[in-house]
Each structure stands twice: as structure tokens, then as C-alpha cells.
């Protein structure tokens, strides 16, 4: 596939994932949309590395992998589902656009790594602003809406504590195969979960079905392995514009396709989220930027 289309491809797969968790629920229940989900993707997952040649590495390093990436997708998925009871399918891509915020942040106090410049800084402020515009939008709404939007922010945060815990692990395993070794961790315990909460539901309705499927042959089969290589073939900040436009775009498809409202104080949160972000990765380049960050350096220690 080319780049350009396995840059639509991951942008269009982004932006519609929310709205079929959503989907995937309906007459069912999250934990069976989540545990089949992760079940066909699995299977799937290992008949392409089968059909490729691949080996799944199963030493010491490699059990620990695929036990930190399938402990972080089992619990923040598990909140993501959970959380997508509660509020519009748009927030769950707002709310996880503060995952690369939150993932610099861990990594400069777990990988001791020196990346919180001044403008970072000012964005990861501006993110948080954004998080709080949407709490507060979540407590005006009937129901329980402001407890979607705290396990939404929980589920960012395992997420991003996950991806973190993997970086300091240094491993040269192919994201294929991380992936497929996270859900022979991971699919057990969602399965566990469904058997636990819920009885096999009576019937699957045709949109739950289909929801479930494009989830786990598009959103984990397809949707990881062109992330990684969109990231081997183009810079970082031209990847992580994916970031910046899929919010928005999951916002529009839950509103044209789900009837979902997008009132003021939503879009206000979500211009802080993507402003914030947008200065966390580019402001570097802006000139007013470069003389905070000497001013910064120069600062007494």
C-alpha cells in the first residue's frame, strides 16, 4: 500500500472506531463487544503471521512485551468500552488526543527523558484546559456523562503508561507480532470479564455484527500495522498530524451517523485539546517559541 493511502486509511479508520465501539454494544453489552472484538482479532492476527512466515517469539523479553502491552490494552479498553455508555462517540477520539501529552509527560518521570521544553509545557497546560472545558460539559448533561469522561481519561492514561513501559523494555519485536502477543494476554482476561458480567446475549443485531467485525479486522488487524509503518516511512510530526485531524473527524461521523450533538463548550474543548497538541509538536519551529525555550535553558537550576 502506499503512503498516501495508508495515510487516509489509518485517518478514516480513526475517525469511525469510536462510533463502532458504540455500535459494537447495542443489545449486547460493552463486554461482549469488547471480547469478541479482541477474539476475531486475534485469530485473525495469527493466521496473517502464519500466511507471512513470522515467527512469535516466546522468550523471557518477549513474554514480558506481550504482559505489559496486553495488561494496558485489556484495562484501557476495558475503560474505553465501559466509558462509551455514557458519552458521544466523538469525545472517546477527543479525550484520547491527550494521549501523546500525557505520554511525554510519564516518559520524562519513568525514562528520565528531557523533553518538557517551555512550549511543551504551555501545550500540555492548554490540553488539560481542554480536558476540563469537556468535564465540565459532561456534569451539565443528564445521566452519568462525567464519569465517561474521567474513564476515558483513566483509559488515556494506562494507554499511554503502556506505550511508555514498552519504550523502556527497548524491544525489536515487529509491531504485528507485539500486537498479536498482546491479545493472547489480553483476550482471556476480556473473555473472563463477559463470562463474569453478562450471559450470551439472545441476538446480535446486523449494525452490532458488522461493528464488531470492522473492529477487529480493520481497527486491529489493519489499523496498528499501518500506524507503525506510516511511522518507519514519514517523520514523526507529519504522523502525528493524524492527531490532530481525527478528533474532528470523529466528531462530525458521530454527528452525521449517530445524531450525536456538538454543542459550543465541545468544540471549545476540543480546539484546546488539538490547539495544545498542535503547540506540543510544532511549536518548536515558531520563533516566539525558540526564545522562551532559550530563556528556559538559560534558567536557574
Known amino acids: 500500500m502506499s503512503v498516501p493511502a495508508a495515510y487516509l486509511t489509518v485517518i478514516l479508520i480513526w475517525s469511525t472506531t469510536p462510533l463502532a465501539i458504540k455500535w459494537s454494544s447495542i443489545g449486547v453489552g460493552y463486554e461482549f463487544g469488547a471480547a469478541a472484538r479482541m477474539f476475531i482479532g486475534l485469530l485473525a492476527l495469527l493466521?496473517?503471521?502464519?500466511?507471512?512466515g513470522q515467527s512469535l517469539p516466546w522468550n523471557r523479553h518477549a513474554r514480558l512485551v506481550y504482559l505489559v502491552s496486553g495488561i494496558s490494552l485489556f484495562l484501557a479498553m476495558s475503560l474505553v468500552y465501559w466509558s462509551a455508555q455514557f458519552i458521544p462517540s466523538g469525545w472517546i477520539s477527543v479525550?484520547?488526543?491527550?494521549?501523546?501529552?500525557?505520554?511525554?509527560?510519564?516518559?520524562?518521570?519513568?525514562?528520565?527523558?528531557?523533553?518538557?521544553t517551555a512550549g511543551r509545557l504551555i501545550g500540555m497546560l492548554l490540553g488539560l484546559a481542554g480536558l476540563g472545558v469537556v468535564f465540565a460539559e459532561g456534569l451539565t448533561l443528564a445521566g452519568a456523562a462525567w464519569m465517561g469522561v474521567v474513564g476515558m481519561t483513566v483509559g488515556a492514561l494506562i494507554h499511554s503508561l503502556g506505550a511508555v513501559l514498552l519504550q523502556k523494555l527497548?524491544?525489536?519485536?515487529?509491531?504485528?507480532?507485539?500486537?498479536?502477543?498482546?491479545?493472547i494476554v489480553a483476550t482471556p482476561a476480556f473473555v473472563l470479564n463477559f463470562v463474569l458480567m453478562r450471559s450470551w446475549p439472545e441476538q446480535i443485531g446486523t449494525a452490532t455484527l458488522l461493528s464488531i467485525v470492522y473492529l477487529a479486522l480493520l481497527?486491529?488487524?489493519?489499523?496498528?500495522?499501518?500506524?507503525?509503518?506510516?511511522?518507519?516511512?514519514?517523520?514523526?510530526?507529519?504522523?502525528?498530524?493524524?492527531?490532530?485531524?481525527?478528533?474532528?473527524?470523529?466528531?462530525?461521523?458521530?454527528?452525521?451517523?449517530?445524531?450525536?450533538?456538538?454543542?459550543?463548550?465541545?468544540?471549545?474543548?476540543?480546539?484546546?485539546?488539538?490547539?495544545?497538541?498542535?503547540?506540543?509538536?510544532?511549536?518548536?519551529?515558531l520563533r516566539f517559541a525558540k526564545k522562551w525555550q532559550k530563556r528556559w535553558n538559560q534558567r536557574p537550576l
Do not use: C, M, Q
Not at 47 to 52: K, M, P, V
Not at 95 to 116: K, R
Not at 239 to 248: F, G, K, M, Q, S
Open 47 to 52: 493466521a496473517i503471521i502464519r500466511l507471512r
Open 95 to 116: 479525550i484520547f488526543g491527550l494521549s501523546p501529552l500525557i505520554t511525554s509527560a510519564l516518559a520524562t518521570i519513568i525514562l528520565h527523558e528531557n523533553n518538557l
Open 170 to 183: 527497548k524491544t525489536d519485536i515487529p509491531a504485528i507480532t507485539i500486537t498479536a502477543g498482546s491479545l
Open 219 to 285: 481497527g486491529s488487524t489493519l489499523g496498528f500495522p499501518l500506524y507503525y509503518y506510516l511511522l518507519k516511512k514519514l517523520n514523526a510530526e507529519r504522523v502525528a498530524l493524524i492527531a490532530l485531524i481525527t478528533p474532528v473527524t470523529a466528531l462530525l461521523v458521530g454527528a452525521l451517523l449517530n445524531n450525536e450533538t456538538i454543542n459550543t463548550r465541545v468544540w471549545l474543548g476540543t480546539a484546546l485539546i488539538l490547539s495544545g497538541l498542535a503547540i506540543y509538536e510544532y511549536g518548536k519551529h
